[in-house]
């Protein structure tokens, strides 16, 4: 691609986002999230392949159906209510309606079908965008939004994280598995969303960092199946070394940042009574611990057939930059002793 035009693309994508941000009317949020639509759909179909093309198209029409649903309910508050305001969305009707629009344009259980399929279709670079910066917009409207009844977002929230974990069981294809996990990942943001929305900024954050860190681990070996990550070894030894801790973090095992996430929001839900809730989602947790052991054995404890010019490739300079992915992958591992200063910086 154009080097022009990509720049142009990455700057709609930044703009639509930050528009959205920083907007408190209907229609601007709106805009933001149209903008945002728009700009990563030529970065999804630049390879100009049968499965790409199918997801980009895929991924429009969901997102042109979130988006007609986002409008109507916003038209519907004025109309019942004359207000415009993001946070003064108050009658149900108009607040629910916005939360399933939101709920499909981030891929929440059970609205979560489209995301699998298109992430499948893509490459990694534009796979991590997809599942990391596309989600920060309709999130913040998440967290925008009044308190509403509450039963719809633990729903939305528990069914992510069963279907979630349940749904990447029988997959072998990488990208699959990560669409899973990340519905799995924002049914936990969504389930504490409106007790304690600075808990789910952190969990957000937590997230981003271990996603990229995993997709840029992929890419770097050039993984896109379970049976390509037995090559891991002969390419980068010392990545295939700490990438079973970082899926390790990614399911949630304590003594790594991933448990530290789970862990507040578990203690959240008890202190709301919601002692079913945390069980079922604790449970649910070990689904998905499950697949990420998959992939751990995959990659430390399984050696693919090689001869001597196979083993090579690990003595040559790598053609990627690699700083983003030791930043990255450091705090995917040991972030869990700073716990107490992140929860005291996120609740400021």
Not at 28 to 55: D, K, V
Not at 223 to 228: D, E, G, L, V
């Amino acid at each position: 691609m154009n080097p022009y035009v990509l720049a142009t693309l990455l700057f709609s994508l930044g703009l639509g986002t930050t528009l959205t941000f920083a907007s408190s009317h209907w229609l601007l949020a709106w805009m933001g999230l149209e903008i945002n639509t728009l700009a990563i759909i030529p970065l999804m179909a630049q390879h100009n392949h049968p499965r790409a093309i199918e997801a980009t198209t895929k991924y429009f029409l969901t997102q042109a159906t979130a988006a007609a649903m986002l409008l109507f309910a916003s038209l519907t508050n004025a109309w019942l209510t004359g207000q415009w305001d993001i946070q003064l969305m108050s009658h149900p009707l108009p607040t629910t309606l916005a939360s399933l629009a939101l709920a499909l344009k981030i891929g929440l259980a059970p609205l979560h079908t489209w995301l699998p399929e298109v992430l499948q279709g893509l490459d990694l670079p534009t796979g991590l965008i997809l599942s990391t910066w596309q989600k920060l917009a309709p999130l913040t409207l998440l967290l925008q939004l009044q308190p509403m009844n509450s039963s719809l977002l633990i729903i939305l929230g528990l069914t992510s994280t069963l279907i979630g974990g349940w749904g990447g069981l029988n997959q072998t294809q990488l990208r699959k598995i990560l669409a899973y996990s990340s519905t799995a990942h924002l049914g936990w943001m969504v389930l504490v969303l409106q007790f304690a929305p600075s808990l789910t900024f952190l969990t957000l954050i937590i997230y981003l960092t271990m996603t990229f860190s995993t997709f840029l681990t992929f890419n770097l070996n050039n993984s896109t199946t379970i049976n390509t990550l037995a090559t891991s070894w002969a390419k980068a030894p010392v990545i295939s070394s700490l990438a079973p801790l970082m899926l390790l973090s990614l399911g949630g095992l304590p003594p790594l940042t991933g448990f530290m996430p789970k862990w507040l929001i578990l203690q959240e839900l008890t202190k709301q009574d919601l002692a079913p809730a945390a069980t079922l989602a604790a449970l649910s947790a070990l689904l998905s611990l499950y697949f990420y052991l998959r992939l751990s054995y995959a990659m430390a404890l399984t050696m693919s057939p090689n001869n001597l010019t196979g083993t090579l490739p690990w003595r040559l300079l790598p053609s990627q930059h690699s700083l983003p992915l030791a930043i990255s992958m450091t705090a995917s591992l040991s972030l869990l002793p700073l716990t107490p200063a992140l929860t005291a910086l996120f609740t400021l």
